[in-house]
Every structure is written in structure tokens, then in C-alpha cells.
């Protein structure tokens, strides 16, 4: 998909750098807000979403102290990851897990608190990259959209399996897609005939369902329906939602959290469970906020930061990216 409209995705490894290798989007400015949490000898930096291990990479250069956790639900990323990091030897331990399940990995790894957390979030230039992983909108291929293709349903079982109002629901809440009842419509007439298995097809449908109006606004008019199935698919947000707060708890005293989001869905997400820890939580009234109440982050971050205008230049799948942090200031208090 280089050179073509991208999906909102896991950037952080979009562009090659000179090497052949990808880069990180955001990665120096990722590197200084961890960088006070990561100085001790020992600290454990979880990277939530290892890709192609460009920030893995980075983050054990930087800090030649640090031992990394790495997770990643795709195999093959494992796999790839694992061969870049392998000169870092032991200090690196790469795990198969959903980043929600960072809790039982700690544990596991008879880790109680760590120094820091990146996510860097959605999808991995390597998966928009395999035409035959079906996620990218501008490429034909089987509608896969699988992370981990050893387990759950593809977007093809989806399209051809949930009732209407199921789809309707999804492309409107995670793909925020206007046309979804047009789209949906066209998706149940087609699957009638012969099931919809390839993504050019799914392509096709959504071009013709959509008037012209709706077709000259806001990019290929396919990439919100794929957003949404991906999504789906994955059970990305609903991960989400239980990962943040997961890893704001694993964080020690003075520890960072790092989050690189793609899309409003996900932004918005990290943005409450950030802001909510940053605020206190007495009752209102009280003439003195006791120790329980008070707010256990800082943030790092005036809203979400954005990549710079060169990095887009150079990258432009860096152009969604938006990155929020937080340190642990406070432990919690029963």
C-alpha cells in the first residue's frame, strides 16, 4: 500500500530507513517522555504492541539498562521482531498475547510493577503490507483482517453471517460511517447471490451503494467500513478498554505510559481513562481532598500530539497518528 491512502493504523513502522528497516512514527518524541521513567538499571519497559519491533529497538538502545516485554498478538510479527531483536539477548522477552492480557503476562513473568508502556496502536504496515492478510482497502485479497490468523472469525465470516442490524451497528459505531444502512443494504442483496469474499468486491459494493455526494468527501469511501470490520473482527476496543487501565495499574510510582492512536475511537478512549486518573475523585464539596481521592497520573501531554509536518512528508502513514502520556504519581489508596 506505500504511495496509496492508508487505513488508521499502527504507523510505527511505516517508513524504511536507511538499512531497509521500518521506523517508528513519533519515535524520539516516544523515547523523552519514557526516558525519565527508564534511567535505573533493571527498569522493565512493556512494549504492548510489538509490530516489526522498531520501537523495541529503539527502546532498548536508548536505554542500554532496560529489560523488555514485548507483546503482539500476530505470529509472524513475533517471528520477524524476534530475529531484529535477537542481539539483545536475554534483556528482551517476546510474548504471544493480546495487549489486554498484559496482567497474566506480569504475573507470568513474576513482574509486579513496571517503568513503562508504549502502544502504538491498530494495524502494522507489515499487515496492510501482505495483500493476502486483506486489510488494505486498495489492494484485492481474501477478506481476512485477522492480527492472529491461528484463531477467531474473518471479515468475510462477518460480512456473510450477522444479521443486518448487527453490520449497521458496526460500521456506524467503529467505523462512524453515515452511509451504513446504504452500505449494509447492498452487503445483504450481494451475499444472497454468492457469499462476499474478497475485498476488491466489498470495494465495489461500497462504491456503487454510496451517492455521488458521499463519494467526493474524505478518501477512498471504503475505509471506513474496513476500519469498522477490523475492528470487529479483532475486538480491538474492547481490548482497549480493559489494556489502559491495566497498564496505568502495572506502572511503579514515577513509571510512564506512552499511547500512539489512529483513529477518533481510540484516541477518545485513552483520553478518558488518562484524564480520569489525572482527576481527583472525591465528592464534591469536601473543604480537603483526602489522600484516597487524589489523582494518581500526571499528564505528559497537552491533549494529543501530533506527528510533525516532516515526519508526515516523509511518512505519510504518520499523518493519524495521535500520542498521549501520563506518569504514575500516586499509588492507589483503598
Known sequence: MNGREALPHKGGDGRRGSEGRHV????????????PALQEPGAVVVDCTLGLGGHSEALLTRFPGVRLVALDRDKEALRLSGERLAPFGER????????????????????????????????????????????AYAQDAPLDMRMDQSTGISAAEVLNTYPPGELVRILRTYGEEKQAKRIVAAIVREREKEPITRSARLVELIRDALPQAAKRTGGNPAKRTFQALRIEVN???????????????????????AVLSYHSLEDRLVKQVLAAGAAPSAPPGLPVVPERYQPRLKLL??????????????????????LRAAERIREDVE
Open 24 to 35: 517508528p512514527v513519533m519515535l524520539q518524541r516516544c523515547l523523552e517522555l519514557l526516558a
Open 301 to 322: 501531554t497537552r491533549g494529543a500530539e501530533l506527528p510533525t509536518e516532516e515526519e508526515i512528508a516523509e511518512n505519510r502513514r504518520a499523518a493519524p497518528a495521535r
Open 235 to 257: 475486538g480491538e476496543l474492547a481490548a482497549l478498554e480493559r489494556a489502559i487501565p491495566a497498564a496505568v495499574k502495572a506502572l511503579d510510582v514515577g513509571g510512564r505510559i
Open 92 to 135: 528482551a522477552t517476546l510474548v504471544h498475547a493480546v495487549y489486554d492480557e498484559l496482567p497474566d503476562v506480569l504475573g507470568r513473568l513474576g513482574i509486579a510493577r513496571v517503568r513503562g508502556v508504549l502502544f502504538d496502536l491498530g494495524v502494522s504496515s507489515m499487515q496492510l503490507d501482505e495483500a493476502e492478510r486483506g486489510f
